[in-house]
């Protein structure tokens, strides 16, 4: 037997025993090593869940997992037991028409890592131990640690909403909101070639973590609520606004400073949002959304393979399983926390 952690029901999280289950040929068993809070994690631990989505069984929490494989299948050759690993959530059936087309972010049967959106529950990672499909795991470089490996599906999250924006060679861009996936978002966009990257937020660390992965200027809204007033003049400055706070005010404060036919990425979920008709018109202004990622996250983790990113600026602590009420209580604040993982190893 191992241990997991399971919510039951809002601020009922418990650590118990679970089944492993078998490993089949095609399969992997991996011992989780380091795990991430997500936003998503933090609904289902505060509320119960968020929208429609609500926990109606016990679930095993967490999708930002890295291990290390304990065992292979009988049918695999090409992958060793120590390997060190990232492990994609995500795992699309192949076989529906948005697989075959190639969006398997869509699959109409996806099973997610640690989602209540379907019944029974999709079990988390946040375990011990989980036996995952060949095709979830992405080897590390040694350089990489397992809290940075972890880190691969919030990059890849980033790296999606930037592929969705188009080129961004010599583009100005506005990133509004600045958590852990607005500061990848900063990242992505930069490694992509923005010539230029603003960042907005209300809280000061997030900001000082924007600045320190490659934005030119942090805006505390705050505190200059009119600040992006200077970007507006000759009909705005910004060619793609990544909109990552999920936050009304944030999008419709920012739409000023965008040039005519910007494009504009919503990134982050907070509830509906009014968009104003006249300014999506009157500037030609293009809205888009962007869901999860695929193959985004193997090149989520090569990028930090070949060192081209750096996510370390963005952990700000790691509290081993036993403690995990204590880690869920402390990552959403946002005046003293980016991303907080917990520790299996």
């Excluded at 418990?14 to 089944?19: N, S």
């Excluded at 049918?75 to 995500?90: E, K, L, Y």
């Excluded at 944030?250 to 979920?269: C, F, M, T």
Aim: charged share 20%; proline share 5%; glycine share 10%.
């Amino acid at each position: 037997m191992q241990q997991g952690i399971v919510i039951h029901a809002p601020h009922d999280l418990r650590i118990q025993e679970l089944e492993t289950g078998a490993l089949q040929p095609q399969q992997l068993k991996v011992k989780v090593k380091a795990g991430g809070i997500c936003g998503s994690d933090l609904h289902y631990y505060h509320h119960g869940g968020f929208g429609v989505v609500r926990i109606k069984e016990p679930m095993v929490l967490g999708h930002e997992v890295s291990g290390q494989i304990a065992e292979v299948g009988s049918d695999i050759s090409d992958i060793q037991p120590g390997a060190r690993i990232a492990i994609s959530p995500s795992r699309p059936c192949g076989a529906c028409k948005y697989c075959q087309e190639g969006k398997q972010n869509h699959c109409l049967d996806m099973r997610f890592y640690g989602s209540a959106m379907r019944m029974p529950h999709v079990q988390g990672a946040f375990r011990q131990e989980i036996v995952i499909e060949r095709a979830q795991a992405h080897v590390v470089a040694d350089h990489v640690s397992d809290g940075e490996a972890a880190m691969a599906e919030p990059l890849s999250v980033a790296l999606h909403a930037v592929r969705r924006a188009g080129p961004l060679v010599g583009k100005r861009v506005l990133v509004t909101g600045c958590g852990p996936i607005g500061a990848l978002v900063v990242i992505a966009a930069r490694r992509a070639g923005a010539l230029e990257v603003v960042a907005t937020d209300v809280a000061k660390m997030p900001l000082e973590t924007a600045v320190k992965v490659g934005a030119d200027r942090a805006v505390n809204m705050a505190e200059t609520p009119d600040a992006l007033k200077e970007y507006a003049a000759d009909k705005g400055h910004f060619d793609v606004l990544f909109e990552v706070s999920g936050n009304e005010r944030a999008l419709v404060g920012a739409l000023e400073a965008l040039r005519p036919q910007a494009i504009i990425v919503q990134v982050g979920l907070g509830g509906d949002i009014n968009f104003p008709a006249n300014l999506l018109v009157g500037k030609e202004l293009d809205w888009r959304g962007a869901f999860r990622f695929h193959e985004e996250f193997a090149m989520a983790v090569e990028l930090m393979n070949k060192k081209l990113v750096d996510v370390k600026p963005l952990i700000t602590a790691t509290y081993p399983f036993e403690k995990s009420v204590e880690a869920f209580e402390i990552a959403g604040d946002r005046a003293k926390m980016m991303k907080v993982q917990i520790s299996f190893a």
